[in-house]
């Protein structure tokens, strides 16, 4: 099984701020990875797939990047909406793993 | 609408069985693969398994075989995730999805949650 590790596990963050959040996989997943958010009492939103692909509907300042082991999620300027748990989730291999979580909290 | 409609939440007992119902609408049916995600409470997302609709081939997570269940009814075009020898620590909001992996289409029910409480 792939194990998925992010970090930090907590940010605190304010707004306007450039955000970047870490995935490490324990073996390659080439780019077959995926973010997600979460927010209170909702499902996890796709943003991004691929490592850098933004999905449809998703604003510009979020990117991702990285191959094989590490990846990255960055948030340019941060808005207020943007506060949740961010998951990363690797797809190249059965079984699917999710990371344990960022949570963006207000500093 | 493109959605998946999940059955209501469910109270059981440890050592009972329980079967979620996920119910796609607005896309064919047949050409996703589902997977089945749980959440306990205040923890991270814990990928199950993934069930084929058409054929209902399936594919679980270590962690859960020998306990969970994956099965398809492609006449109501709908998904079953039954898990057994329900325990406490299955308390959690069990969610059916149409991961995006590595597409665009990502859909997600809006989860049913299990309480397993004596």
């Known amino acids: 099984e792939i194990v998925m590790t992010q970090s930090p596990a907590t940010l605190s963050v304010s707004p306007g701020e450039r955000v970047t959040l870490s995935c490490r996989a324990s073996q390659s997943v080439s780019i077959n990875l995926a973010w997600y958010q979460q927010k209170p009492g909702q499902a996890p939103r796709l943003l991004i797939y691929g490592a850098s692909t933004r999905a449809t509907g998703i604003p510009a300042r979020f990117s991702g990047s990285g191959s094989g082991t590490e990846f990255t999620l960055t948030i340019n300027s941060l808005q207020s909406e943007d506060l949740a748990v961010y998951y990363c989730q690797q797809y190249n291999d059965w079984p699917y793993t999710f990371g344990q979580g960022t949570k963006l909290e207000i500093k | 609408q493109v959605q998946l409609v999940q059955s209501g939440a469910e109270v059981k007992k440890p050592g009972a069985s329980v079967k979620v119902s996920c119910k796609a609408s607005?896309?064919?049916?047949?050409?996703?693969?589902l997977h089945w995600v749980r959440q306990a409470p205040g923890q991270g997302l814990e990928w199950m398994g993934i069930i084929n609709p058409s054929g209902g081939s399936t594919n679980y997570a270590p962690k859960f075989q020998g306990r969970v269940t994956m099965t398809s009814d492609t006449s109501s075009s709908t998904v079953y995730m039954a898990l057994s020898s329900l325990r406490s620590e299955d308390t959690a909001i069990y969610y059916c999805?149409?991961?995006?992996?590595?597409?665009?289409?990502?859909?997600w029910g809006r989860g049913t949650l299990v309480t397993v409480s004596s």
């Open positions: 999805a149409k991961l995006a992996a590595g597409s665009d289409f990502d859909l």
């Open positions: 607005g896309y064919t049916f047949t050409n996703y693969y």
